[in-house]
């Protein structure tokens, strides 16, 4: 069909647009042409920023210290610790780690109800790496037109090479995907020669394997299936959405009547919009969809429709943003002006745009609208968890002294007669340097103190030295002469004092005598 | 076989069945489902001849692999032992006082020794090693034999007043009440008694019994009651007794006294383990330091 603008007319057809879906259908290949401008540049920068802070932040390093490993991120299954960092978490600080995931779920509220499904169209693993194996697939198969070719030619040498190259190069993006994974876990470096000289754990070998299948298939195979079929946030955007959101939408209200023969129908006295039907949105569209069919479950707001968009109506000299992002709210006060104000009237393009340009009631996104009460409720929440957990963060002590009392027996008597009773002390040094403590009692007047460990067998010279992140047991021996005992059981405190810092920590405890002592 | 019914709103054939009008459409079960109950086929087959898995009148088929959770227990048993092999021969080769010393070798000793005497000691010492009357408590600082390194891994090895081995410790306090004392004198003995050990007693009578105490008693207890090791013979003069302090038990001790009876465990544990229990047993709280030579 020729059109008779000089704009490019595509033959596309929406794979996936509503009227062509059945319940059972088998899945039709999509092949998304490459868009470039604004948006296009920008996902390439978030892809770019992305990627290299997956592939690039397992081999970033960080001194602690000879009793720490220098791994700036590094989950240590092995010995419970996880590195960020200036900061280290045991598992019993693991609710950062949850608190954090509140607040990313938080966070993915906030950007939803405000721009829209931004994480689904621009930060989401599955977005970034099907968008890198297309860049993959264009270099050894060409655009649009040359790949829908290459797929219906017969198997010639040529067809093979290419094919072949484009799989050989996304496998060994998958695999690279899959061991950047595994460094997160271990010393990326010596890991990294394990792996390479087959001396690694089989459990790297088959993280890697089961990652790379999962980065092939998913992002060269399956591609827009695993957001329509598989992702359950599609679904939860419904509730998160609003008339305040921005959506990638088709602003009918401007564009219809669309008409590929804008120039015969002006003759003819007819209304004309500002869509010639080009397609192009169609062709870039990675989901396969038609935007102008309106918002749709499979849009994930990629916006490279907007993209193809605009560069036809700058060609054909007209306002960009036929395709734009917009809220409900816009959307809606646009068409009733372009429909005169009276509802289930045709769209009369020439209302909005008297003189060929925009009129100037026309409404367009407003910032101001990001703030709205409920935006406002999610940016609370997040800040409150967020400040929360920074103060946890800031005021958590890194010594950490349990005291467990002997049960059993309770108490012992000794041959002089006086009581004495057992404790298990465990001292936790949550520091990455080792350090030595010094353990008095705290009220129970006259008491002897004794230490069982290795190394205070000689006496020493008091103090208890812990290995850096490391938990020490010590037997401790509290004896009271029965004279001093003053009742059956007797409150006191074991303190422990850091002796270089002068941390300290103190633990309740309990004396305990027998029946018939001390009263 | 006559074709079935082709459906007229869905254009599927029907399986033929039908109740209340209402028909049974033929829809395949879809292929992925398909292809996974097929997969659990061929994996079941495969199962079935590899692990053990028919159940027959006694036992089972065996597989070829014939791997089943009693072997895998002994596999991880197995293996548990290799991996102590290297601290349990160090502390075969390693002195007592050293093993105290090193930290490794101490933690080791130490849960080694505890879960040993759970086993083997409990019955008679007592869960927390708290003893009982004639089973002397492991936690205090009184010891019949000596509470250092040395003597408690002695005591361990070769039991006391046992038949089983002929270095096992030996000592028998005479039944004083045959023939040798009269009754009023071990009255008197008793009181005492009751005096070293600073407990209420009758002054004129441990008066009369100190006398006879010098002459009975003293070659074993010292003549000032503390006791002597070298016989077992207990310290009278201090706040814990095996058999109670009262007057009734102490006479009756005197007059025919129990001893207790300890196995030789050198003959049923390995060295490691006669070392992890001493060292173990030392930690309690009552363990003394070796005497200085």
């Given amino acids: 069909m020729a059109s008779d603008t000089n704009v490019e007319t595509f033959d596309a057809e929406a794979v996936n647009a509503q009227h062509n879906r059945e319940l059972y259908a088998a899945r ?76 990313a779920g938080i966070g993915l509220f906030l950007v ?30 060409g655009d649009r ?81 695993v957001c329509t079929y598989m992702c359950p946030w599609p679904r939860i955007q419904a509730a998160m959405l609003d008339e305040h959101s921005l959506t990638v939408t088709y602003n009918d209200w401007r564009g219809e009547p669309r008409t590929r023969h804008a120039k015969k129908a002006i003759a003819a006295g007819e209304s004309v919009g500002d869509c010639v039907d080009c397609n192009a949105c169609v062709a870039v569209c990675p989901m396969g969809i038609d935007i102008r069919d309106g918002q749709q479950l499979e849009c994930i707001t990629c916006a490279l429709c907007i993209d193809a968009c605009d560069g036809v109506m700058e060609k054909i000299g007209r306002d960009k943003g036929l395709i734009s992002y917009a ?47 409920r935006t406002a409720i999610y940016m609370v929440i997040y800040g409150a968890i967020g400040l929360g957990l920074l103060t946890a963060l800031l005021m958590r002590s890194h010594l950490d002294v349990n005291v467990l009392h002997d049960r059993n027996p309770r108490f012992v008597q000794l041959s002089d007669g006086s ?12 520091r990455t340097q080792p350090r030595s403590f010094r353990i008095t009692l705290d009220g129970l007047d006259g008491a002897t103190l004794k230490l069982e460990g290795s190394d205070l067998v000689q006496g020493g010279n008091g103090t208890l030295d812990v290995k850096a992140n490391q938990l020490r047991n010590v037997r401790a021996f509290v004896t009271l002469s029965r004279e001093a005992i003053a009742a059956k059981t007797t409150d006191f405190a074991f303190r422990v004092v850091d002796t270089t810092s002068a941390d300290t920590v103190t633990a309740n405890v309990r004396f305990e005598a027998p029946s018939g002592t001390g009263q | 076989m006559a074709k079935n019914e082709i459906d007229d709103v869905s254009g599927v054939e ?22 996974t109950f097929y997969a659990c086929i061929i994996w079941a087959i495969g199962y079935v001849i590899y692990y053990p898995a028919i159940p027959l009148i006694e036992g089972s088929t065996m597989g070829i692999s014939g791997v089943t959770n009693r072997s895998l227990l002994h596999e991880e048993l197995t293996r548990v032992e290799a991996s102590k092999a290297s601290l349990v021969s160090r502390i075969d080769s390693t002195g007592l006082e050293d093993i105290r010393g090193n930290e490794e070798l101490f933690r080791f000793a130490v849960a080694g020794g505890s879960s040993l005497y759970k086993v083997n000691c409990s019955q008679c010492h007592g869960s927390g090693a708290q003893g009982a009357p004639g089973y002397p408590n492991l936690n205090d600082d009184d010891w019949l034999w000596g509470g250092d390194l040395d003597s408690i891994y002695l005591t361990i090895k070769h039991g006391v007043r046992n038949v089983d081995d002929d270095d096992a410790r030996q000592s028998e306090m005479p039944a004083f009440g045959d023939d040798v004392l009269e009754p009023v004198q071990i009255a008197d003995v008793t009181q005492y008694v009751l005096q070293l050990s600073s407990q209420e007693h009758d002054a004129t009578a441990a008066k009369s019994g100190a006398a006879i105490f010098a002459e009975n008693c003293a070659v074993c207890h010292g ?32 007059a025919k006294p129990k001893h207790g009876v300890m196995p030789a465990w050198g003959l049923k544990l390995t060295e490691a383990e006669v070392k992890q229990l001493t060292v173990y047993v030392h930690s309690l709280g009552g363990g003394e330091q070796a005497a200085t030579q």
């Fill in chain 2, 223 to 254: 003549d000032d009651g503390k006791g002597g090791r070298e016989f077992g013979a207990p310290n009278l003069a201090d706040a814990l007794s095996l058999y109670g302090n009262t007057a009734d038990t102490i006479a009756t001790q005197i």
């Fill in chain 1, 112 to 141: 939803t109800s405000t721009v829209g499904r931004a994480w689904c169209g621009y930060t989401c693993p599955q977005t970034v790496w099907v968008d890198l194996f297309l860049v993959v697939e264009r270099f050894f198969e």
């Fill in chain 1, 419 to 430: 009581i004495r009773n057992g404790y298990q002390i465990k001292i936790l040094n949550m």
């Fill in chain 2, 14 to 35: 029907t399986t033929g069945h039908e109740w209340d009008g209402i028909k049974e459409l033929n829809n395949p079960l879809p292929r992925w489902w398909l292809w």
């Fill in chain 1, 327 to 373: 809220t409900l709210s816009t959307y809606n006060q646009n068409m009733a002006l372009a429909t005169g104000g009276a509802p289930g009237a045709g769209i009369q393009p020439q209302l909005v745009r008297p003189e060929g340009k925009l009129a100037a009631a026309v409404q367009h996104f407003n910032w101001r609208n990001v703030i709205r009460v």
């Fill in chain 1, 28 to 103: 039709q290949k999509i092949h998304p042409k490459r868009a470039s401008g604004s948006f296009r540049s920008l996902k390439w920068v978030i892809m770019a920023v992305t990627l290299g802070i997956y592939y690039i932040t397992p081999w970033l390093r960080w001194d602690r210290g000879e009793f720490a490993p220098d791994q700036a991120v590094l989950i240590d299954m092995a010995s419970r610790r996880f590195y960020f960092f200036f900061i280290d978490i045991w598992p019993h600080e693991f609710f950062f780690v949850a608190g954090m995931l509140v607040m």
């Fill in chain 1, 145 to 225: 037109n040359a790949r829908i070719k290459l797929d219906a030619a017969p198997w010639t040498s040529a067809k093979i090479v290419k094919r072949t190259s484009k799989h050989v190069v996304w496998l060994l993006i998958a695999v690279a995907t899959g061991g950047a994974w595994i460094f997160y876990f271990a010393d990326a470096p010596t890991l990294l020669k394990d792996f390479v000289t087959g001396n690694a754990a089989f459990v790297a070998y088959a993280t890697v394997g089961v990652l790379a299948a999962m980065t092939y298939v998913f992002g060269g195979l399956m591609r827009e299936q």
